[in-house]
């Protein structure tokens, strides 16, 4: 069982920058053995699919729309996963969801074995 705890989650002004963290433990096999990827849910959206990365290879999918603002990356010392995102804007308001999971080869599928609580980002006009 692996638990994801979220954080850095807040309030922001349009045009800012946030860093959202994604803690893993208690994982019986090493963190880079899974794909990680964020999800952000806005209110009355579905959840959507934010950026995936593969390990160990570090290969990353970013929804078209939001590449070159928002960039996932991680670190195997403290077994962190990053979402950088900048020139935030009022539509990414959401609550945003790390995943640990498997991307399908040859899909664009990430299936999702664990999930975090969640941290809400909310950016202001």
């Known amino acids: 069982q692996v638990q994801l705890v979220e954080s850095g989650g807040g309030l922001v002004q349009t045009g800012g920058s946030l860093r959202l963290s994604c803690a893993a433990s208690g994982s019986g096999r090493p963190y880079n053995t899974y794909d990680w990827a964020w999800f952000r849910q806005a209110p009355g959206k579905e959840r959507e699919r934010v950026t995936v990365i593969k390990e160990p290879s570090g290969a990353t999918t970013t929804k078209d729309s939001l590449k070159g603002r928002f960039f996932i990356f991680r670190s195997d010392a403290d077994d962190m996963t990053y979402l950088q995102m900048s020139r935030l804007a009022p539509e990414d308001t959401a609550v945003y969801y790390c995943?640990?999971?498997?991307?399908?080869?040859?899909?664009?599928?990430?299936?999702?074995?664990?999930w975090g609580q969640g941290t809400q980002v909310t950016v202001g006009s």
């Open positions: 995943a640990a999971g498997t991307m399908i080869s040859g899909s664009n599928y990430f299936e999702a074995k664990y």
